[in-house]
């Protein structure tokens, strides 16, 4: 749980979280592969029907550069290319998903717990964006988040990581649609 890199500091994992790809609902895709997204995302399809879709010109939604799930998809989608030229920048994941929701050919992605009526989640390679599948690292999409101190911790910021990392801190975790780090009973 916890990790020393040389320039940034000691690394605290405290939660899992994952990216959902969100289709319209009206859109009949509700899986796609890892290669489909990235051909999706970089613009090399513009069609949905190249996709198993029905026909329709698609419509990326992503996050502004500066989001950190902005460049966790470009990375770990896209490996490292550009967006399709074409997408519409929406500046937080209510704004990508209530996009999505509106227009028939969008696709966006969000964190695992948003939801927005009118904006579907679709499977990546066979497999559902659930917090179970993230927690069983079987979802591709998933990621920590993490909090970093530039010493081992101790006083005050000690006791915020135990109580992160306690009962009580992974029931929030929890509830606020993250994916704890380990299950909880009750």
Known sequence: ?????????????????????FV????AVRDLSMDQLQGLFSGRFEDWEEV?????????V??????????FFRDHVLGGQVYDPLAVTAPTTRGVLAR??????AGGYGGVADRLEGAVPVAVDGVQPTAENVGRGLY??????????VRPPTGLA?????????????RVVADVGYVPLW???G
Do not use: K, M
Not at 158 to 170: A, K, M, S, T
């Open 158 to 170: 000690e006791r915020f990581l135990e109580w992160c990392l306690g009962d009580e801190g992974q």
């Open 24 to 27: 319209n609902a009206e859109n």
């Open 100 to 105: 999505v929701a509106e227009i028939r050919g």
């Open 140 to 149: 591709s999409l998933t990621r920590y988040l993490v909090f970093y101190t």
């Open 1 to 21: 749980l916890h990790e020393v890199h040389q320039t940034l500091g000691i690394r605290h994992l405290v939660a899992q979280d994952a990216l959902s790809v």
């Open 62 to 71: 992503v996050r502004p550069p500066s989001s950190g799930t902005h460049r």
């Open 183 to 185: 299950a909880r009973d």
């Open 52 to 60: 198993g879709g029905d026909p329709g010109e698609v419509q990326v």
